[in-house]
């Protein structure tokens, strides 16, 4: 007689919802610093929400959807080795066609070093303080021409 593995989608649901949260914060965040730290957050959430479900076939397509998710944000946060092993892991599994084509094309990209489309927010300039808006705290360096 074949016994189904019961899963406790607690710890999985909420690691995901954590981490959609994070990645929301993130995408809305001004200060590249602050938002860079957000998606990793996310990114770490995610690898965790996946990895409950690693040996759990049965709850495809549950399981390669947060692989993929994880796979995205580690490219995305430049983590390609980790993004590479973690579409693997996505593809290892039973995946929905859909899904196994975005994991394929995520490890295409990982494999052939492709740069990713960065986010917005690794390249985003931070925001000025205050004092440099009105022109304040900057001291002009001997070999820095003059504005005048």
């Known amino acids: 007689m074949a016994y189904e593995t019961v899963i406790d989608w607690t710890r999985p649901e909420r690691l995901h919802r954590d981490a959609m949260i994070l990645a929301e914060q993130a995408l809305a965040e001004v200060d590249a610093r602050i938002a860079e730290r957000l998606f990793r957050a996310a990114f770490d959430n995610e690898r965790q929400a996946a990895e409950v479900l690693a040996g759990a076939i049965e709850a495809e397509p549950t399981r390669s959807v947060l692989y993929r998710s994880a796979a995205s944000l580690a490219a995305?946060?430049?983590?390609?080795?980790?993004?590479?092993?973690?579409?693997?892991?996505?593809?290892?599994?039973?995946?929905?066609?859909?899904?196994?084509?975005?994991?394929?094309?995520?490890?295409?990209?990982?494999?052939?070093?492709?740069?990713?489309?960065?986010?917005?927010?690794?390249?985003?300039?931070?925001s000025p303080s205050k004092a440099e808006e009105k022109g304040e705290g900057h001291e002009q360096k001997e070999d820095e021409p003059s504005e005048e």
């Open 76 to 126: 995305d946060c430049g983590e390609y080795s980790e993004a590479e092993r973690l579409a693997r892991e996505g593809l290892a599994g039973k995946p929905p066609a859909e899904i196994e084509d975005e994991l394929r094309e995520l490890l295409s990209q990982v494999k052939e070093y492709e740069p990713i489309r960065p986010r917005s927010w690794f390249v985003a300039e931070p």
